[in-house]
């Protein structure tokens, strides 16, 4: 892309996007559990099993609809009609999900819940592997790149605070109660509205590089051998979906985590979600400079390290205030892994691009998001194990153990993953910045990858 191109869209008006895509996806996943289990009743075990058929469903559309944004060549851009299909969906979806008619029970609320989680889900990987991969064509450099990426992942820690710290609020005090469901349908709206608009906002705005409609459609079996045969895909998404797996649960369980571990009205989650939010916010721009100086490989395996600590003191925490403590060292880790994990999965793609000639960013990162939507599958087995280990099933039938089951789910399950997401991280070589190089390089040459 030229120089004049790349100026053609600002990093803010691309990271804000980030805002929008995040809030409804981060209410699904933070009330999801509560909302269907806690309140309606439905059992984990079926829960469970849902979400394992989801992840299996998403491992066919993923790959599917990043390789057809791949081969999208229109005067708009390849990512752009997508984007304009994907975030309408997904509005309408988050709004069905919490809007449960009253009538439903046993098998109509399964399938209601199934029918509605599975079009959010993909809609919500239309969005992001589209989204995700305009980052490394808009922002080749790495220094440029960290910043954009730094300006989104700070867009996603405020639709955190919106959709997670004031989730809370909203659904049991101002729109309802803590026993009710008529919040939540309440304030999936108002997220639903304000996400669309966002999108809308970030997607009028960009600008793709007008070169690639000259470039050759990447065909599919030949795409899907270099990625099934590339070593790192696999290396770097094994230890990506550790991460993000360990986050899904803490995410899907902290108000559960509140409500039985901590003994608290779940109206409380607000303040442990708000101060682990604010850390990760607070550190970002450390974590931003560390990338800067240091590169991304080496803040991707130290925030590793760090991420695993961080669960220590949290299963520990007895009340409020010692959560609240504990989520401020969680927060080191969690950020230092917002700055740094996709610029390493960008390297992947950066690297296949200056190789193989072909760009098709799309299905590499929807690839990649399959990893990542492994944590339903990882959630959903989770959950259940709550009442094979625990005796928790439900809000109805919660056991006498629920306490322990969900400091185990929240704290145990994410360290333990989290660990293994560094051992992988410390044992796989990361690419160079190739597409850094060759832009930097005279015309014609082509410098041999290296590897951090």
Same mark, same amino acid.
Request: neutral net charge; contains cysteine; proline residues 5%.
């Given at each position: 892309?030229?120089?004049?191109? $790349? ?37 984990? *075990? ?11 469903? &998403?491992?066919? &559309? ?22 304009? +299909?994907?975030?309408?969906? =997904? ?50 450099? #790495?220094?440029? *790149? ?31 109660? #803590? ?27 960009? $600008?793709?590089?007008?070169?690639? #409609? ?17 070593? *790192? ?15 899904? =649960? ?8 509140? $409500? ?17 939010? =604010? ?11 560390? +990338? ?12 590793? +390290? ?7 003191? =949290? ?31 960008? $390297? ?24 990542? *939507? ?28 629920? &306490? ?49």
């Amino acid at each position: 892309m030229t120089d004049a191109a $790349r100026r053609a869209t600002h990093p803010a008006r691309y990271a804000v996007g980030m805002f929008g895509t995040s809030i409804p996806i981060n209410l699904i996943k933070g009330s999801m559990i509560l909302f269907y289990v806690d309140l309606l009743g439905l059992d984990v *075990r079926i829960y469970g099993i849902v979400m394992v058929a989801y992840a299996i469903i &998403d491992a066919i &559309d993923n790959p599917l609809l990043g390789f057809l944004s791949d081969r999208t060549r229109t005067r708009w851009g390849r990512r752009r009609p997508w984007l304009l +299909v994907g975030a309408p969906v =997904l509005a309408v979806g988050t709004i069905a999900l919490f809007a449960v008619p009253d009538s439903l029970d046993g098998a109509g609320l399964v399938i209601w819940f199934a029918t509605f989680v599975i079009i959010c889900e993909a809609s919500d990987s239309m969005l992001n592997a589209n989204y995700g991969a305009l980052l490394p064509e808009l922002f080749p450099r #790495e220094k440029e *790149r960290s910043v954009a990426n730094s300006l989104r992942q700070g867009f996603q820690l405020l639709a955190l605070v919106v959709s997670l710290a004031l989730t809370p609020w909203l659904t049991t005090s101002v729109f309802g109660t #803590e026993q009710t469901t008529g919040g939540f349908t309440i304030t999936a709206v108002l997220y639903s509205v304000l996400a669309l608009a966002v999108i809308l906002y970030m997607t009028l705005g960009i $600008r793709e590089d007008p070169q690639v #409609e000259d470039e050759a459609r990447p065909p599919l079996l030949d795409t899907l051998k270099v990625i099934l045969t590339n070593p *790192r895909f696999w290396q770097i998404g094994a230890a990506s979906a550790c991460y993000l797996s360990a986050m899904g =649960l803490v995410l899907t369980g902290v108000q559960l985590y509140v $409500r039985y571990s901590l003994g608290l009205q779940v109206a409380y989650a607000m303040y442990l979600q708000g101060v682990v939010i =604010l850390a990760t916010v607070g550190f970002l721009a450390l974590w931003t400079r560390v +990338v800067r100086t240091k590169g991304a490989p080496f803040t991707w395996r130290l925030a590793f +390290v760090l991420l695993t600590l961080g669960f220590v003191p =949290l299963y520990l925490a007895h009340d409020l205030l010692t959560a609240i403590l504990a989520g401020l060292f969680l927060g080191v880790g969690y950020s230092g892994m917002l700055a740094s994990n996709d610029l390493v999965i960008a $390297r992947v793609l950066d690297e296949d691009a200056a190789v193989n000639g072909v760009r098709r960013e799309g299905i590499f990162l929807a690839a990649f998001g399959f990893f990542g *939507r492994l944590g339903g599958a990882v959630v959903g087995g989770a959950l259940a194990s709550l009442g094979l280990f625990f005796g928790y099933y439900s809000g109805d039938d919660p056991g006498t153990q629920a &306490d322990t089951a969900w400091r185990v789910y929240v704290c145990v399950y994410p360290m333990g993953l989290a660990a293994l997401g560094a051992v992988i991280a410390f044992l796989t070589p990361v690419p160079d910045n190739v597409r850094e190089r060759v832009s930097s390089s005279a015309p014609g040459v082509s410098p041999a990858p290296g590897r951090d």
